[in-house]
């Protein structure tokens, strides 16, 4: 599915129905809909209670008395069901221009991610639901597409050891993660080959990542048009890709993919997107990342297919990220709201419907 032409498609129907700021708000914060052909089956997750011993369902029960008295006595409103964005940044440049983010608007945009609730997450715990975020916070994920140079570039340090340049992506969360610690250091940098420039210094590069608390995923080898490609040439170009990094360092993994220009393959072969072979190499993606304009749910909502999870971007643009702030200031029950209890899933009833049961195990759910 050509998901570009889905958006403008999308985009063009809102602003003739829309007559109106209100209106427009009232369809994206619509439920998913319109998803991808392949359907990924995606686990349960891990803080899964059903196997736990009894001094740790004792524990859980306390954990839950806590979060009630906090909702009827402090007006605590949890939502774990709420949206999540999925930030999609390219290249840190000189200027704010298309893709491109300045390196002081980056900045800018940590602190105010920070100053408005928001804290880190890894894509590997989003595809596990183990989402641990403090208590009233918002988890949001950064992703970063293509592996420009901008987003790692090296320098060295006074006694001549490799560092990331200060204005580089990485070099910037290190500084915002060293001010403010609870903010996570949590980044996902989505590969093609020959990432970063300067091959000299790749495989430090990612060690230095993975060493760090930042993730690797798939781009494809080539950054291709996947809809153009056949079945033997989908697998080619992914397969390739993990092969190529795991050569350089064998513990990379990559178990989610930015699909290149947001495409997938045609409908009959999307199902290479999610998992194949290449020659003596398998990989599987447990989610798929579209060049989005929206806010995305936590991968038990239902209706929620993980082969086509939507992104928001960097800026001031409408549908970019401070216009969903904005949103956010106004509805605030929209966002996901922790209870800081990663066992439990704490909702509102209003949201109780949403919720993909088969993915959850029932006594980890908290409605009030």
Sequence with gaps: MNYGKFLLVILALVVVAAGGFFVVRHFVLDRPGGEPTVIITTPPPQTSVSSETETTSVTLDAHKKNVLEKINGEGFAPNELGEIMVLMYHRIGAENIDYDRSVESFKQD????????????????????????????????????????????????????????????????????????????????????????????????????????????????????????????????????????????????????????????????????????????????????????????????????????????????????TWWLDVYSEKPELRYISDGVPELITIPESEAEYINSELIDGESVLVY
């Design 110 to 321: 940590l602190e105010i991610l920070y100053q408005n609730g928001f804290r880190t997450i890894s894509m590997d715990d989003y595809i596990n639901s183990n989402i641990d975020v403090p208590a009233g916070t918002t988890p949001v994920i950064l992703t970063f597409d293509d592996g420009d140079i901008s987003h790692f570039k090296a320098a060295r340090d006074s006694d001549g050891k490799l560092i990331p340049d200060p204005d580089c992506a990485v070099g910037i969360l290190d500084d915002f993660y060293k001010k403010y610690p609870d903010f996570g250091r949590n980044a996902i940098f989505y590969l093609n080959a020959g990432a970063f420039g300067e091959s000299e210094h790749l495989e430090w590069k990612l060690r230095y990542l993975l060493d760090n608390g930042y993730e690797v995923g798939n781009h494809t080898y080539g950054h291709d048009y996947l809809n153009q490609l056949n079945a033997d040439e989908i697998q080619d170009t992914i397969g390739r890709n993990l092969r190529y990094y795991r050569n350089i360092y064998e513990k990379i993994e990559m178990n989610s993919m930015a699909l290149p220009y947001g495409i997938s393959p045609i409908p009959e072969l999307e199902e290479y997107a999610v998992s194949g072979v290449y020659e003596d190499t398998a990989y599987e993606n447990k989610v798929l990342l579209l060049v989005g304009w929206r806010p995305t749910w936590p991968l038990y909502t239902k209706g929620l297919n993980p082969a086509g999870i939507n992104r928001v971007q960097c800026g001031e643009d409408e549908f970019q990220m």
